[in-house]
């Protein structure tokens, strides 16, 4: 099957490569890019490990096809910290311990992000209900609820 | 040691893994790659039970692109007849749940494995692969198995002398059980069924090796224990250890299903054949219907007393799910149920069930869960029957120092008083609750509480000061919740130095000593005292260095605060000596510094939970929905609260899930139904509450921190706890699980 050229922007650098028209983006992230950041935990987007953000709006990545991403904005986890300057979820999420084994909290971490840029003032339920697509299986979600609680509260202070 | 004298046991110290967490750097299992690296398949048998007559590879292989193919003959052969013990595991069982030999004993079971150059032709030359089956009846569920007439898996299993699915029996006795019932002045008794439940680990199976044409092998994976890697793959392969170096990858979530292996053999031996690199990652599908669940299982439980509450006799009958194999984990509710109370006349009997379904696996606590579900609930009938708090009732009969368990121990100072005394104490308990706060919504409060027996065993760490003045510290053990957070911790308070001075790594299996699994709540208990005693044996050198320097005693040379000073009157005034200045003059002082220590643990003392919840019940819908939880566990000393704190809030969730929404459900062909985080209902975000952990720290004696273990003990009382508060909301108990919304309604007569 001849391949596929596609050329994308992965977190705000121009990136190309070459892919079937089966292969999903996260595929080709982990086994093409080397952006094994973005998890599969299933594979069939029931788990949220693999969250990206493709034009700012939230997906799963294993249920995009790599073809698809031509000439759009892909956001993975690899440019949530601005070089060493950790985003304030990420810093909040270390800080609150708010991952234990750490296998969700890349996907974990795009969601929130975009329901902050989407609602900088959740409430907890809002969170709860905005997290529902990510599994963890650790924490018991305690944890990360508040991280991003308190993040939202850090963010609105100094805004 | 308390709290106060404490620099860095006991604080939130942000964990050395973190920053890799949080920028998706950290490499777990699916994350590496080798180069020249190809990629294999498994082949499962779409049977529930069959016989195997033939397998027929040659147009698998000669597939363009096919590098190797096996199938059982290429493994290790364990014959029925004689037990290969490898810790808790029988070889016999795990050479024949790695690859199916005589027959294929579940839908899923793997019959043969490929490796070729993509994902797509080792999948395309799986479908070329022809196999001979000849299908046989199956049977599922345990009142299936055990009838006289059952589908027999294994024609060298035994029951009473007779053929049977039945692979042991194990019992625990105490008193004499029918005097015990002969005295009581009420008795009840109940049976209880529940459904299979997976761990739900987020990272499925994968791994990476390399066998090099010379023999060596590298191994790239996740577990609970790189060492069980190692053993086991070198028994299957017969490759010896030393030539096997397993590499622990960060584990993204275990809950004791990865305390054995499915791949890694598999993996070695196409290596070998090809001689390339291979990749295996397993699909969420295959780990559904391929690795472990934890048992299903039917009990009954029949428990007396006298009419002031004294529980005089009690008495379980347990049948346990195992799997296509022996292995259940029968010793969970024999020996745990009935644990927390000073019971007199006690008989706990629990059965090993085979059928045709994947082998179980370990999943926090084994087996102990099933167990408390039924006695929990039977004990909050006898409170409700005897007009008795159910807190109270459980006080009265505490376990407690000198208490002799049905399983054997005799308790030392043992801590369920006080985690019931925690929750009756706790404004949960007492506070008001809305009972029908609407029409059609029912709201109750439950409790119930849980014993697991905690572990120590083998440990291996060595602690090593850098040449400027550092420390590093490596131990054996995955992490599998924030244990090295926890010993960084440790390192930094004995040495009086600044935690971000101390970093803590797990060594492969070249490069560290032997360490026993990550499992039974051992090892923050176990890595804690070995890096103590490595910690005592560094300062103890330290002390040496100093006064050679100072020429003077060593026994004149105190350690505090991250130097050498000179102790007492006689030893003479010498401005202190800081652990940098000692590095920087290590060797011409003597030598490196540093040191190691290899251990079998013990000490290890039993960890007891008691927990209360609210409940809300839509009784139109079907759907229970957890309002409030509390959590009380004692864990002697929470080394680094956040992670103990989570490991109580995560396996309550997981309780919730075992209870209300998580089950396996097979078709009428003996095929797993719903194989999918869709179809398999694990709680997400929106499902729970925050869960209140109340962590209680009555040190144990034994250890040097007073460690007990915390990750087992918050997964058993949730079943019953939740169910006490679903009778406490409709006045219908309900005896099996989960309370899904079907089963709701059905109960509700709706």
Redesign the interface.
Request: proline share 2%.
């Given at each position: 099957m001849s391949k596929l050229h596609v050329t994308t922007t992965i977190n705000g650098e121009e990136v190309e490569f070459l892919c079937t028209p089966a292969q999903t983006v996260l595929d080709v992230l982990?086994?093409t890019l080397?952006?094994?950041?973005?998890?599969?935990?299933?594979?069939?987007g029931?788990?949220g490990?693999c969250s990206i953000t493709l034009d700012g709006r939230l997906v799963c990545s294993c249920l995009v096809l790599a073809p698809e991403i031509r000439g759009r904005k892909v956001g993975?986890?690899?440019g949530?910290?601005q070089g060493d300057r950790?985003h304030p979820l990420?810093q909040k999420?270390?800080?609150?311990?708010a991952?234990?084994?750490?296998?969700?909290?890349?996907g974990f971490?795009i969601a929130a992000r975009s329901l902050l840029e989407q609602n900088p003032d959740p409430s907890e339920?809002e969170?709860?209900?905005w997290?529902?697509?990510?599994?963890?299986?650790?924490?018991?979600?305690?944890?990360?609820?508040?991280a991003v609680l308190e993040t939202a509260a850090d963010m609105r202070g100094a805004a | 040691m308390n709290a106060i004298d404490n620099k860095w046991i006991g604080q939130?110290t942000?964990?050395p893994?973190?920053?890799d967490?949080?920028?998706?750097?950290?490499?777990?299992s699916?994350?590496n790659?080798m180069p020249g690296m190809i990629w294999a398949k498994i082949l499962r048998s779409p049977h529930a039970h069959a016989n195997i007559r033939g397998i027929d590879t040659a147009k698998a292989a000669a597939l363009p692109g096919v590098k190797a193919v096996v199938t059982a003959r290429d493994i290790t052969e364990f014959p029925v007849d004689t037990p290969v013990m490898l810790g808790i595991q029988d070889m016999r069982w795990m050479s024949r749940n790695v690859m199916a030999r005589e027959k294929a004993l579940f839908h899923g079971h793997p019959v043969a494995a490929v490796a070729a150059i993509s994902e797509e032709i080792a999948a395309e030359a799986c479908r070329l692969i022809e196999v001979e089956y000849e299908v046989l009846p199956h049977v599922i569920e345990i009142e299936d198995a055990i009838r006289p007439d059952a589908p027999l898996l294994h024609d060298f299993l035994r029951h009473e002398g007779k053929p049977s699915n039945i692979a042991s029996t194990m019992v625990n006795k105490l008193g004499d059980i029918e005097a015990g019932f002969a005295s009581a002045d009420v008795i009840i008794e109940r049976s209880f069924k529940t459904r299979p439940v997976h761990?739900?680990?987020?990272?499925?199976q994968a791994c990476t090796v390399s066998c090099t044409a010379d023999g060596k092998v590298t191994i790239w994976s996740s577990s609970q224990g790189q060492f069980m890697v190692r053993a086991m793959t070198a028994l299957l392969t017969g490759i010896p250890q030393s030539s096997i170096r397993a590499i622990p990858a960060?584990?993204?979530?275990?809950?004791g299903a990865k305390t054995v292996i499915y791949l890694e053999p598999i993996a070695v031996l196409l290596s070998r054949k090809s001689g390339r690199p291979v990749k295996m990652?397993m699909?969420?599908d295959e780990v559904f219907r391929a690795t472990g669940p934890t048992s299903g299982s039917m009990s009954t439980v029949k428990i007396g007393a006298k009419k002031d509450g004294t529980i005089v006799a009690a008495q379980g009958t347990f049948h346990i799910q195992a799997g296509c194999l022996p292995g259940g984990p029968v010793r969970g509710p024999v020996g745990c149920s009935f644990a927390p109370y000073e019971i007199a006349n006690v008989l706990s009997v629990g059965y090993d069930v085979v059928s045709n379904r994947s082998k179980v696996t370990a999943y926090r606590a084994p087996g102990a869960p099933l167990g408390a579900y039924a006695t929990e609930t039977v004990i909050d009938e006898l409170a409700e029957t005897l007009g008795i708090d159910p807190l109270e009732l459980r006080l009265k009969n505490s376990a407690g120092k000198g208490t002799k368990a049905a399983y054997g121990a005799v308790f030392g100072d043992v801590t369920f008083k006080e985690t019931i005394q925690a929750i009756r104490n706790h404004p949960h308990y007492a506070a008001p609750l809305d009972r029908a706060p609407a029409k059609g919504v029912r709201r109750g409060r439950g409790v119930a509480s849980g014993f697991w027996y905690n572990a120590g065993g083998e440990s291996s760490a060595q602690l090593n000061i850098t040449e400027d003045g550092n420390v590093t510290v490596t131990t054996g053990h995955p992490d599998?919740?924030?244990s090295r957070a926890s010993i960084a911790n440790v390192a930094a308070e004995l040495l009086g130095i600044d935690h971000s001075r101390v970093s803590v790594l797990i060594g492969d299996t070249s490069s560290i000593g032997f360490s026993n699994l990550t499992g039974g709540s051992r090892v923050t208990f176990a890595s804690a005292m070995v890096v103590t005693q490595s910690a005592e044996k560094v300062i103890t050198q330290l002390r040496e260095r100093a006064a050679k320097i100072w020429k003077i005693e060593p026994e004149a040379v105190a350690w505090s605060d991250g130097e050498a000073r000179p102790a007492g009157a006689n030893a003479g005034q010498f401005p202190p000596l800081t652990l940098k200045e000692l590095a920087a003059k290590a060797n011409e002082m003597g030598g490196p510094i540093g040191a190691g220590v290899q251990l079998t643990t013990t000490g290890a003392d039993p960890g007891f939970a008691t927990h209360v919840v609210d409940v809300e019940v839509d009784e139109e819908l079907g759907i229970i929905r957890v309002l409030r939880y509390t959590a009380a566990q004692d864990v002697g000393r929470a080394l680094h609260p956040?992670?103990v704190?989570?490991q109580i809030?995560?396996?309550?969730?997981?309780g919730i899930g075992w209870a209300l929404s998580e089950e396996y459900l097979y078709d009428k062909q003996g095929r797993l139904d719903n194989a999918?985080?869709?179809d398999y209902r694990?709680p997400?975000?929106?499902?729970?509450p925050?869960?209140e952990p109340v962590v209680l720290e009555l040190p144990n004696p034994k250890h040097p921190q007073g460690v007990r273990g915390a990750g087992e003990a918050p997964l058993v009382p949730p079943l019953a706890a939740i169910s006490n508060a679903v009778y406490d909301a409709l006045g219908k108990r309900f005896y099996s699980l989960p309370m899904s919304p079907p089963k709701v309604m059905e109960v509700l007569g709706g």
């Open positions: 982990r086994n080397g952006l094994t950041g973005s998890k599969e935990g299933c594979g069939t029931d788990c490990a993975t986890i690899e949530m910290a950790l990420q999420f270390l800080e609150m311990a991952l234990q084994c750490g296998i969700c909290t890349p971490l339920t969170v709860r209900y997290l529902a697509g990510n599994l963890c299986r650790c924490t018991g979600y305690d944890k990360i609820v508040r | 939130r942000i964990r893994d973190g920053a967490k949080v920028t998706g750097r950290a490499g777990y699916a994350d790659a761990q739900g680990y987020i990272e499925p960060e584990i993204g979530g275990g809950f990652v699909s969420r599998v919740g924030g956040d992670y704190e989570g809030q995560g396996g309550v969730v997981q999918s985080f869709l694990m997400v975000c929106s499902d729970v925050m869960i």
